[in-house]
């Protein structure tokens, strides 16, 4: 079992910055995959970001490239996304989320494991 909190949300102006966090639960979490996805209102939860188990290997959503970088800390059992030149449209509950698979995975049902959410807000 793990468990994932998420981090680091809140209000911030178009053009701004935020590192979310995810404290993850569990002696396994060097073996896990893990992501990052969101939901805005009114919209299907889409997929952000993932990081391998080793963090060599990341997957980004085409919406946030070259804006938002996943890493990890397997030391501190703690993934992140910092997240740069926010737009209104990164509104959103973000979910981090994490799966004992080898590849890195893209699509939720791929994911075993999920975080409560942190609102990110970004005003215009």
């Known amino acids: 079992q793990v468990q994932l909190v998420e981090s680091g949300g809140g209000l911030v102006q178009s053009g701004g910055s935020l590192r979310l966090s995810c404290a993850a639960s569990?002696?396994?979490?060097?073996?896990?995959?893990m992501g990052w996805f969101r939901q805005a209102p009114g919209k299907e939860r889409e997929f952000v970001a993932a990081?391998?188990?080793?963090?060599?290997?990341?997957r980004y959503a085409e919406s946030v490239k070259g804006r938002f970088a996943i890493s990890r800390a397997n030391a501190k059992n703690t993934v992140y996304l910092q997240m740069n030149s926010l737009k209104p449209e990164d509104t959103a509950v973000y979910y981090c989320?994490?799966?004992?698979?080898?590849?890195?995975?893209?699509?939720?049902?791929?994911?075993?494991?999920w975080g409560q959410g942190t609102q990110v807000t970004v005003s215009s």
């Open positions: 989320a994490a799966d004992s698979r080898v590849s890195v995975a893209t699509e939720d049902y791929e994911y075993a494991y």
């Open positions: 569990g002696r396994s979490f060097s073996s896990y995959v």
């Open positions: 990081v391998s188990w080793s963090g060599a290997m990341t």
